[in-house]
């Protein structure tokens, strides 16, 4: 005892060093064991005496080398006939050992830095330990006491609508506790190789497993779960699920306190795993093994089979989530898992593994059962509430006791389980199956959702919110998401930009068809979205950077389809990917009533924790995915879809909406091997929104069936949208268009848009949408007034003259030239460049034909059209009048409005009048007829002419024949009169130039007997 107390008192650092040792013992023992206290304690120890005893040994080196170097200079004293050797020998002895002594001194400064720090080092751990002890002291002071009994008596979860109304209540069902001798070794050893495979063995804490998850966690990988099995049947009724912060620490700690010093003392392990096995929510409406037996599989948990062990095994880690009747894809996943980990702890063999893989759950699972028929009406709504609140917290609102706070409007809901309950809605069939999804646009939050109808006595499935891997192809409903949108985002698009609807593939050579099999060839965008065209779609898909595409899909909560790589199907621009559901699909379309922010829908807005008091507020988190003005185009766009696409059903309360159909097809096998007609489509869709509310509605059948199937037409899909949007919809709420989006008059069929002349007739023009950075500004050539002709002249000839000009060079607007920069800046592919500029030359020579030069008389401010040519020159009739004024325009052959302004020439003439004009009679002046016979005049009676010029056809010429009998009566019809009787007629034809009267010639028609 005399040497410990001279050891300690000798350096005081051997006393630290102790106490601390002893205290690592004693908490190592009490948290822990004893073996393992007494491994830290001696490894704590090994770091201190190790060093100390080196650095002991080194010392005593340091003394005898100093008393060797004293004894050497006392003898070299003594030897004077040897002074001068020695003094030399001693000289350089004494230099190195100087220099042995500085390293020496280096050396130990060094050594004391080292201690310095070794000792602020265990200062620092014991305060660390000291803090522990104050921890845990203060840990078993508030754990509190464990109860047994409150395993079993939790407050029930409330839900309360948008109003502040309750509608329904969670885990406040009774449940059928058993004893360990009532569970099936299969489903015990279920429980335990998934929870704790170490059950039996620890004493509630685990500390390799504990060490292994905090190891994991710090590197960020998944290395499990901390929590024993005891310790989670402490988390989960007697303090909270927290696992972050300053809570998280000392929720885990109380858990290890709870399980090590309370429960696993007093409860053997069987009493444990049947707390554990009886106080969970296992989906359903199931609460506790016994329950979950009952409702899953018919039969009490002794009877599981070690395929249903391990799925009711896999249910504790997510109840909601993994509920084999609202996800019975994750609910299979799950059991694999469960079957794997049963096999790697040796419970179940390689064969037993394999035969209870092939036992699924669609196989092992009876259909529709449930242990509570509470809010069915609600179910939907709930089960998304439940799989939020389960997202967000990590409780189970079925298990732990909260007042949730969700976005249902009750009575919109309750409006929409009328439609879907056939209430007020005739539906087609029972078997006929619908989604609906209705989402709030200022806030994202759900506001009403249909699962589905009828689904009492089958496998209860979500059409509305993808829960179970329930998607489907969402159609056309697809192309303002992944082609519109992405077009004028990224490519500035207007709504006017054109299109070429013609043959097409996509870049692996399928073809791209229409619905109707025909093609418009060149459209507009709007015109392409408004009939849904597919080819036009599949077009601007592929004209835009496909990682863009991606951005703006993702961005609005789709889930386009991909290759290995990451690349997009081009089959998504007309929605040919399973992904969707009413719920990304109306969160999506929402994105464009709110002027482009994406609000992700949700159902939870604040949680108020009965057990803790806490209170935890959700403010959705509004991010801008596209521009306004692309919101806003393709909105404007939608509007003038729906008055096409819903047809008879368009008129929803008078209301402006938004909206687009989709329709999905049958591949080939499935049509032929189901013999299904050729009219028969899979799904179909609407989706549609206006200021307020956006909704989205599938129509279909759960499974490909014979004698169930969409006809294409039916309208189906239109006439439930109609009902629900009813409901929603609001005659008062309109759209507002932003002032980046301008109204722009433009001319049709120019390529890149381009502003109207003040010749272009109202007919090419168009009104379209643009943003106000890239709206047009050069105006089309098209229509500009042409140039006049030069160098014009004129020489007569008698009544003509020839006219004579230098023409104009062939028009801009003419030329291919002009409308190639155009057509190129609107086309990524050289064939619809070429396709579109043909296009553009035949527009132009059916709307204003050839380059032509009209001559025109001028008569004060009027102009009469004397003749069209397309030469230099032209010979015209003078009008009758002295020098008259000739005027030649450069036109057009089918437009006028682009008409030069003219140029004029005064011809060198005198006019003419009726006394320069001769008429003559052609035939006998005198003809004598028989009674019976007939007479006909000649073909041409009169011949009139002017200088020896027949101009008898002229226009100016006019020539009026009267027939009188002897009486000097008028003959209206001498045909049939001359020659029937007896008697004299006359012919007289009266001859006018330009009105003027020339002369008249007159014959004579004796008739006898």
Partial sequence: MKELKAFFKKDPFNLLVFILSIIILLI?????????????????????????IKWKKKLKTRDETKKSIKTIDSENDNLNEEAEKVSVALEERSDKVAKKGKKTKEKNG??????????????????????????????A?????????????????????????????????????ISYDDMSEELINAIVATEDSRFFEHNGFDLPRFMKASFGQLLGQDAGGASTL??????????????????????????????????????????????????????????GVEQAAETYFNKEAKDLNISEAAMIAGLFQSPVSYDPNINPEKTEERRLVVLSLMKRHGYITDQEYEIAKKMTVDKIVIKGNSSTTDNLQYRGFINAVAEEVEEKTGLNPYQSSMKIYTTMDK????????????????????????????????????????NGRNQEGETWQDFATGSGGNVRQIGSTAKPLYDYGPAIEYNNWNTDHPIIDSQHTYSDGTPVNNWDGNYKGIITMRQALVESRNVPAVKTFQSVDSNKIKEFATSIGLHPGMDDSGKLYEADAIGGYNGEYPLSVAGAYSAFATGGYYIEPHTVTKIEFDETGEVEEYEPEKTRVMSEATAYMITDMLVDTAENALGRYRNINGATYAAKTGTSNYDEETQKKLGLPNNAVNDLWVAGYNPDYSIAVWYGYPSNSSKYYNRFGSAQNSRLFNAVAKKFFDADAKFEKPDEVVEVTVERNTGTSLLPSENTP???????????STKPTEVSARFNTLNNVSNLKASVSGNRATISWSGVSTPEALNKSYWQPFVEKAFGLAKDQNSYLSYIMNYNNRVLGSLVYKIYYKNGNDLTLLTTTSDTSATVKLPNIDSPTIVVKTGYSNFSGSDSSGVEVSVDYQGVSASDVKATLNGDANVSLKVGSIHSEPVKPVTVTLDGEDITNSDDVDITLTVTDSTGTPVSNWKNVVGKTADSYTFSYKVTYQGETVTTLTK????SE
């Fill in 110 to 139: 060094k050594k004391k830095l080292g201690k310095k720090i070794l000792l602020g080092f265990l200062i620092f751990f014991l305060i660390c330990i000291i803090a522990g002890i104050v921890f845990f002291i203060y840990i």
């Fill in 1004 to 1007: 004579t028609i004796t008739v």
């Fill in 411 to 450: 009575e919109k809901q309750d409006a929409l389980n009328d439609i879907m309950e056939g209430k007020n809605y005739k539906w087609e069939n029972d078997v006929v199956q619908a989604g609906v999804v209705a989402i709030d646009n200022e806030t994202g939050g759900i506001v009403a959702v249909s």
């Fill in 141 to 177: 002071v508030t754990a509190g006491k464990f109860d047994p009994d409150k395993l079993y008596s939790k407050e029930a979860s409330t839900l309360v609508d948008v109003n502040g109304d309750t509608y329904a209540k969670l885990g406040a069902e009774m449940r059928q506790k």
């Fill in 230 to 287: 005891t310790m989670q049947v402490s988390k989960n009724q007697y303090t909270s699920n927290v696992a972050t912060g300053w809570e998280g620490i000392k929720r885990k700690f109380t858990d290890i306190y709870i399980s090590m010093f309370q429960i696993e003392p007093n409860y053997s392990k069987e009493e444990i795993l049947e707390f554990y096995a009886n106080s969970y929510y296992l989906g359903s409406g199931a609460y």
């Fill in 28 to 52: 190592g023992t009490l948290v822990v064991n004893f073996l393992v206290g007494l491994v830290v304690f001696i490894a704590v120890n090994l770091i201190w005496v190790i060093p100390f």
């Fill in 762 to 772: 109202d007919s090419a023009k168009t009104t379209e949408l643009f943003r106000e």
